[in-house]
Nanobody, 126 residues
């Protein structure tokens, strides 16, 4: 069992940066593939970024490539999402998720993840 708690969201202006954190509790955090997803009002939840347990592999949605960076600190049981040059279209609730690493080093589909956090709101004003 893994519990995930996101933090770091807020209201920012276009062009600003934010770093989201996701703290995990439970066993064997370093055996999980981690991901970030987001859901904007009236839209389905979508993939943002993923990172392997070893940090060797990452993958990003096209919307975040070059602006977002996913990282993890296994000693702190925490995964991060650094978001730079934020745009109004990045406004959404951001969720972190965990999946057993045997499912894949990087995972982009919701159904592949087992554990989810409650989400943190990111609002980007123009």
């Amino acid at each position: 069992q893994v519990q995930l708690v996101e933090s770091g969201g807020g209201l920012v202006q276009a062009g600003d940066s934010l770093r989201l954190s996701c703290a995990a509790s439970g066993r064997a955090f370093n055996s999980y593939t981690m991901g970030w997803f987001r859901q904007a009002p009236g839209k389905e939840r979508e993939f943002v970024a993923t990172i392997s347990w070893s940090r060797a592999s990452t993958d990003y949605a096209d919307s975040g490539k070059g602006r977002f960076t996913i990282s993890r600190d296994n000693a702190k049981n925490t995964v991060y999402l650094q978001m730079n040059t934020l745009k109004p279209e990045d406004t959404a609730v951001y969720y972190c998720a965990a999946a057993p690493s045997w499912r894949g080093s990087t995972l982009k589909r919701e159904y592949e993840y087992i554990y989810w956090g409650q989400g943190t709101q990111v609002t980007v004003s123009s």
